[in-house]
């Protein structure tokens, strides 16, 4: 079965100091990766994907994500947090093509970042 | 195109009563899903159409719950008889799928606001 855990249910950093927001998945085939931001009140806005390729996936406002086949994992990092970041991030995985669950996303809980100045 | 909007953004209404939301996509984008969010909890899947067949439902989905998309623009989702069970965000979200383009499955979903219904 398809699934996203996200183990921390909430991550404090201080500004300027590196973020992690983990994630892990388990796919039946090759997996589509997601990485979405939501904040208050706002729809949930895309960050950034890994389909195949490099590991190391940039996306919008200086994030990044290393996508660890062996570990299933792909956590969401930033060199230097901003107060700003502070939202609700949440990881999301969709099958590959061929799978019956192609069409689908699984998303995983959220994790809440608090960046504190 | 300002996005993927959402109507209403926040119903109250006592069980037993039904509710319908709308959801209008971004005009070029031929899939549209349904999502349902509790509070502590990532997005549920519910539905999804590719223009206007809704090819896939959730187990997650009653009898109760309904949706369509006439003519493959906006979508409706009502829900019959409310339960206070159903009370929730329902988000619904929109995405451009290129089939038979190799890479175009791994869409990315532009998100409304949220519609969020509580039920007395």
């Known amino acids: 079965a398809q699934s996203v855990a996200q183990p921390e249910d909430q991550v404090n950093v201080a500004e300027g100091n590196p973020l992690t927001v983990k994630c892990t998945y388990s796919?039946?085939?090759?997996?589509?990766l997601f990485w979405y931001v939501q904040y208050p009140n706002r729809g949930l806005q895309f960050l950034l994907k890994y389909i195949t390729g490099d590991n190391l996936v940039k996306g919008s406002y200086g994030f990044e994500a290393e996508f660890n086949k062996s570990q299933t994992s792909f956590h969401l990092k930033k060199p230097s947090a901003l107060v700003s970041d502070s939202a609700l991030y949440f990881c999301a995985v969709r099958d590959s093509a061929g799978s019956y669950n192609f069409n689908k996303f699984y998303f995983g809980s959220g994790t809440k970042l608090n960046v504190k100045p | 195109d300002t996005g993927v909007s959402q109507d209403p953004r926040h119903k109250i209404t006592k069980r037993g009563q039904n509710v319908t939301f709308r959801c209008d996509p971004i005009s070029e984008h031929n899939r549209l899903y349904w999502y349902r969010q509790t509070l502590g909890q990532g997005p549920e899947f519910l539905t999804y159409?590719?223009?206007?067949?809704?090819?896939?439902k959730s187990r997650l989905l009653s009898d109760r719950f309904s949706a369509e998309r006439p003519k493959g623009s906006f979508s409706t989702l009502e829900i019959q008889r409310t339960e206070q069970g159903d009370s929730a965000m329902y988000l619904c979200a929109s995405s451009l799928v290129r089939l038979g383009l190799a890479g175009s499955g791994a869409n990315v979903l532009t998100f409304g606001a949220g519609s969020r219904l509580t039920v007395l």
């Open positions: 796919v039946s085939g090759n997996p589509y």
């Open positions: 159409f590719q223009n206007e067949a809704q090819l896939e």
